[in-house]
């Protein structure tokens, strides 16, 4: 069974759902920040369809202070924003509501391309509507319960005089560096400290004012379960660094319990997608973001690298490696084999049909491969449409015909940013120097064959290619020593596209080219 499937088989089907995730944005959101919000909108989805009344929503956790400074953004300019919540800090676009935005729309619209469509919140709104009165004024009034809680569960010992809420200094609009000291029911006491953290500098400011309304913000384990408690989140995960015994959801689900009076949400705990092994971090430079994971492959790959994998493993992704994202089209391509050989009683079939953005047709289409295009598509004379029409044995339908398309458009940035050498086609103009060491086998071969080209036609590639192996076969050479010698003497490289469809290639662009350099090799 499909593992968001297995999820809603724990989940009561009588009450109404609400599923939620949440993130800071503090910068670009990295790739493997997709993993979270997928995860959630998979276990979505399979509620959906197993007729759960249920919600999607998503918070934008914009009361956050920026605590790190991204590598791309100007230090100078913003040394003197650290410490104040992101969403009073000027946008680096300039054009931008803020910076909370400019860095939250670009991650929505990522996870948007890919069918994920929550209803958004933002946690400044929450807190300065009103919304998230109620949960503050329990966690001032249950301080002592909140202090227990912190010992009990995560075996930090609070001071007496330490309350869970950061004010924003209203002379400085520092959150990061504020400390309430002590609360009279009305107003909150604070100080807004020079030293109280190493990343923001406060302005010394002392002073009394009302926690409410937005003038501040609950520390991060009271105010995630103050979400829960306000928006009435009844499933919410959270990757492994947040699962630890004792961590931020365990504290989190014991203020809930027993100081809000509350139910926590179903749990569960997702692994991270890696790249190259590593988990990425924006701020150390090893990441590709969330917007260009979703321009380099389309929305149904990029659902299906989420969904394949069970939300408790690692994803794996390096679209740096050659064959990364050939394979993922191959892996999606034998799911959807699958799917229409033995539908739901595939969990793999059941993955292709979780990767789709739209209903799938009836009756399977036919898919050109990924790496069959990326290779005929670089050749000028090759049509696409002709090939394909000739490996189906039939006219290709509208709808294939924009499979092939969209395959041609993600070959095109493949082959520009992430494929080896080896996969360019690229017809040297002058005979490579290392052309002139192929042995006499090699040479005869290849005068033997400007000779075939010379008096036979040849209708495509296929038939090409199965001349040559025939060729090969009645000389005293091995058919990689053959091949090897046309790929040195046409593209000074020992491997390369098939050599048939290149040789068809040249003979329909320039016939006499070819002919000369194989004889004057």
């Not at 493949?414 to 690229?426: F, N, Q, R, T, V």
Request: aromatic share 12%.
């Amino acid at each position: 069974m499909f593992w968001a499937d297995k999820i809603t088989k724990e989940l009561d089907k009588t009450i109404k759902h609400r599923v939620d995730d949440m993130k800071t944005p503090s910068g670009h959101a990295h790739a493997g920040s997709l993993r979270a919000i997928g995860t959630h909108g998979l276990i979505y989805e399979a509620m959906k369809r197993a007729g759960f009344k249920v919600d999607f929503t998503y918070v934008i956790n914009d009361m956050d202070p920026m605590d790190g400074m991204p590598i791309y953004i100007d230090k100078k300019k913003y040394e003197k924003e650290m410490g104040k919540p992101v969403f009073m800090i000027p946008a680096p676009d300039g054009k931008s509501k803020n910076f909370s935005e400019q860095y939250a729309q670009e991650y929505i619209e990522a996870f948007n391309k890919l069918g994920f469509k929550p209803k958004i919140f933002r946690s400044s709104e929450l807190y300065s509507s009103g919304r998230m009165n109620k949960w503050i004024q329990k966690s001032l009034d249950g301080v002592e319960e909140v202090r227990q809680i912190y010992l009990k569960v995560a075996k930090q010992k609070k001071p007496k005089g330490w309350y869970p809420f950061q004010v924003i200094c209203p002379d400085c609009g520092v959150v990061g560096a504020s400390l309430v000291t002590d609360w009279d029911g009305k107003e909150v006491s604070y100080e807004c400290k020079e030293d109280l953290v190493t990343w923001a500098k406060g302005c010394g400011k002392k002073g009394k004012i009302s926690p409410f309304d937005g003038n501040g913000k609950l520390m991060w384990k009271v105010d995630w379960g103050a979400h829960w408690s306000e928006m009435e989140i009844t499933v919410e995960g959270a990757g492994k660094d947040h699962m630890t015994m004792g961590g931020s959801h365990d504290v989190s689900k014991a203020i809930v319990k027993k100081v809000f009076g509350e139910k926590p949400p179903f749990k569960f705990t997702h692994e991270f997608l890696l790249i190259g092994g590593a988990k990425m971090s924006s701020s150390k430079g090893n990441a590709i973001s969330a917007a260009d994971l979703v321009s380099i492959i389309p929305p149904e790959l990029g659902r299906f690298l989420l969904a394949r994998v069970p939300y408790r493993s690692a994803i794996n992704f390096d679209p740096n490696l050659n064959n990364t994202i050939p394979d993922l089209f191959d892996d999606y391509d034998k799911a959807g084999k699958e799917w229409y050989k033995n539908r739901e009683k595939s969990d793999l079939g059941m993955v292709y049909t979780y990767s789709q953005l739209k209903e799938l047709p009836s009756e399977p289409l036919f898919t050109p491969r990924f790496r069959q295009v990326a290779t005929l598509m670089q050749m000028p004379s090759i049509d696409l449409v002709e090939y394909f029409e000739l490996e189906k044995k039939s006219s290709l339908s509208e709808v294939e015909k924009e499979v092939l398309e969209k395959r041609v458009r993600y070959a095109k940035i493949w082959l520009e940013s992430y494929a080896d050498e080896k996969e360019k086609y690229e017809i040297k103009k002058e005979l490579p120097e290392r052309a002139k060491d192929l042995n006499e086998s090699q040479k005869e071969f290849l005068n033997s064959l400007a000779s075939m080209i010379e008096k036979q036609k040849f209708d495509n590639g296929e038939k090409l290619q199965f001349e040559v192996f025939e060729m090969i076969k009645s000389l005293e050479l091995s058919s990689s020593d053959a091949f090897r010698a046309l790929y040195i003497s046409l593209m000074n490289k020992e491997h390369g596209p098939k050599m048939g469809w290149v040789l068809y290639d040249l003979i329909q662009s320039d016939r006499n080219f070819l002919l000369k350099r194989l004889r004057e090799v």
